[in-house]
């Protein structure tokens, strides 16, 4: 997103928060940008609220978009506390925050798909029904936003995609995990066998619908970001094996399903394509070619990296 916002404008002037570490060019394409009109702040949604609304006082952006989320599933079991306190009680209070800054325009909070449980076709109006820790945190602050555009008017846009995916994705994610397994020798694991179905929506399509909804989107809008098509991760995983040259059967063992996993994720995004004239560009087989390339290329310096998720209390 970031290296998006700096190749749509050259008066753009974009400042990121995580609270996590800066990473390098492997995973942040901004990085290859000359950094003059970017800058970056470590600060925690829970711990440095202060220092957090501080900077925004001081950058007062017309513009904030948040990404800031738990978002591992099926650790959320685990720690699902963890999960309210950045999904839910974070949002609330950076939001509750925000209503009261007149230099804010717009407020563009990215949810997920999964807070409808399991679903075919939903619509923006399909009713909230979670199967997770993680998706009921994230419902829990969606609802709450909503009330902040009934009662004050808040300049929020909401959005909701499908599963992304692109080169300098989490590695740990079902596509680079996928390839890098291959690389590696190792098994792919397919939980329950990998019936479960998805839609994958390439990262650049989804940040052209979040630049899109971001200037045209009025407030209290909610736009979904998908693709027309649909697969299963078994056969997802199998097209990756295709394209790489590796047999499927040899190089898959199944195992059990995770708890609450959904039968299927999948939504309509008619909505954004008639209101923000928004399509995505990028067919699943370029955009799997595209991080296999990556992977590739990048093999040794991604082997030095934790190839599984590492949580962060």
């Known amino acids: ?51 957090m609304f501080s900077l925004l006082d001081r950058l007062e952006p017309a513009y904030v978009i948040n990404f800031a989320a738990q978002g591992e599933v099926a650790t959320s079991w685990l720690f699902p506390e963890q999960w309210y306190e950045t999904n839910a009680v974070g949002t609330v209070k950076l939001c509750h925050f925000l209503k009261d800054r007149t230099y804010l325009n717009r407020y563009v909070h990215i949810s997920t798909p999964e807070v409808y449980g399991s679903c075919r076709n939903a619509t923006e109006s399909a009713p909230l029904d979670p199967s997770t820790p993680y998706a009921a945190s994230k419902a829990a602050a969606d609802l709450f936003l909503f009330t902040l555009v009934k009662q004050y008017g808040f300049p929020l846009v909401m959005i909701r995609s499908t599963n ?57 809008a909610l736009y979904h970001f998908s693709p027309e098509t649909s697969i299963s991760i078994r056969d997802l995983v199998e097209k990756i094996c295709v394209l790489m040259g590796y047999d499927f059967d040899q190089t898959t063992e199944t195992i059990e399903e995770r708890p609450g996993q959904d039968a299927r994720y999948i939504i309509d995004s008619s909505k954004a394509r008639r209101e923000l004239d928004w399509a995505p560009t990028i067919p699943l087989p370029e955009g799997l070619n595209e991080v296999i390339c990556w992977v590739t290329e990048s093999f040794d310096r991604i082997r030095e990296e934790p190839l599984e998720y590492v949580h962060m209390a």
């Open 1 to 51: 997103m970031v290296d998006s916002l700096l190749a749509d404008d050259p008066a753009n002037y974009v400042a990121g928060m995580s609270r996590s570490p800066e990473k390098d060019d492997l995973f942040l394409p901004y990085k290859s940008r000359r950094l003059d009109r970017f800058e970056f702040h470590r600060v925690d949604i829970n711990r440095d609220t202060q220092r």
């Open 164 to 220: 992304v995916y692109g080169k300098h994705q989490q590695l740990y994610r079902i596509i680079p995990r996928t390839i890098i397994s291959l690389l590696s020798g190792r098994k792919i694991r397919l939980h329950g066998g990998g019936k479960a179905v998805k839609s994958y929506i390439h990262i650049r399509d989804v940040c052209h619908g979040i630049l899109a909804a971001t200037r045209r989107g009025g407030a209290g």
